[in-house]
């Protein structure tokens, strides 16, 4: 996947709002661009760091940067843009790089499915049987390669593990499919030190056949592409 305009190279000053973060251009200009992440972006915020960002000619938008990239530890890039996994996934899919996902000849996004929600992907293929793709971001690097989902307590995301359970219930494949879009991750474990009741129904629905997997994505600041698998490590969780 390419980034649609060539991308600019900046410091970060600040994210506040959750939706906005003060840039300052190499010409010492500072801007206000959008940040597409609803998350904490726990270690991806540093004041300070390289960030890089795009820029759009559309006149009706509110602001024309929008942040896409940062260096993390002045070593490794992350994309903090979360509408790009779910077609970076599509993509590799499609292409055939996620071997786990190559026997299917259709592929849905956004698909109704579950209480009121909605499928990333959706496969299907010669036989009845689906298989439902659920895409996580992962971009939080705390231990050397390892990268934990999620950086914040999320009900939401607890709700999707269950329901995933449903459709295995119902005979089809559910797959959850973390996303590495950061440099620095070599491995992905729920993060059970965050929220512990996300770690506990990982490793509950893993037990009744939802799968796992993790894929790196190789970032440069042209474009992003899902390369290689990664392992997923299940969790110790300690009763308290």
């Known amino acids: 996947m390419e980034f649609p305009t060539p991308l600019i190279e900046g410091r970060l000053l600040k994210r506040y709002k959750r939706f906005l973060a003060d840039i300052e251009l190499p010409s010492g200009e500072v801007v206000v661009a959008h940040c597409p ?3 904490s972006m726990k270690r991806c915020q540093q004041d300070g760091a390289r960030v890089w960002l ?11 940067y929008t942040w896409e990239l940062v260096e993390v530890d ?29 026997d299917y000849t259709e592929q849905k996004a956004e698909v109704k499915y579950g209480e009121k929600s909605r499928i990333d992907w959706l496969l299907t293929g010669s036989d009845s049987r689906k298989c439902y793709v659920e895409v996580k971001n992962v971009t939080l690097l705390e231990d050397d390669g390892l990268g934990y989902f999620p950086d914040a307590v999320t009900d939401r995301g607890r709700k999707h593990l269950y329901e995933l359970v449903k459709m295995v219930e119902e005979g089809h494949r559910a797959v959850m499919f973390f996303c590495v879009s950061h440099t620095g991750i070599s491995s992905v474990t729920p993060a059970a030190h ?4 996300y ?3 990982f490793v509950e629905v893993v037990g009744k056949g939802v799968e796992v997997i993790a894929y790196q994505v190789e970032i440069d600041s042209q474009e992003m592409k899902v390369v290689r698998s990664v392992p997923v490590v299940l969790p110790e969780l300690i009763d308290s």
């Open 54 to 64: 795009s820029k759009s000619d559309n006149l009706k938008r509110k602001l024309a």
């Open 199 to 201: 770690a506990q129904a």
């Open 37 to 39: 992440n609803t998350g």
């Open 74 to 102: 002045e070593q490794y890039l992350a994309c903090i843009n979360t509408g790009y996994p779910n077609k970076l996934v599509g993509e590799a899919i499609a292409n055939g790089v996620v071997k786990e996902l190559s």
């Open 194 to 197: 965050i929220d512990k009741k």
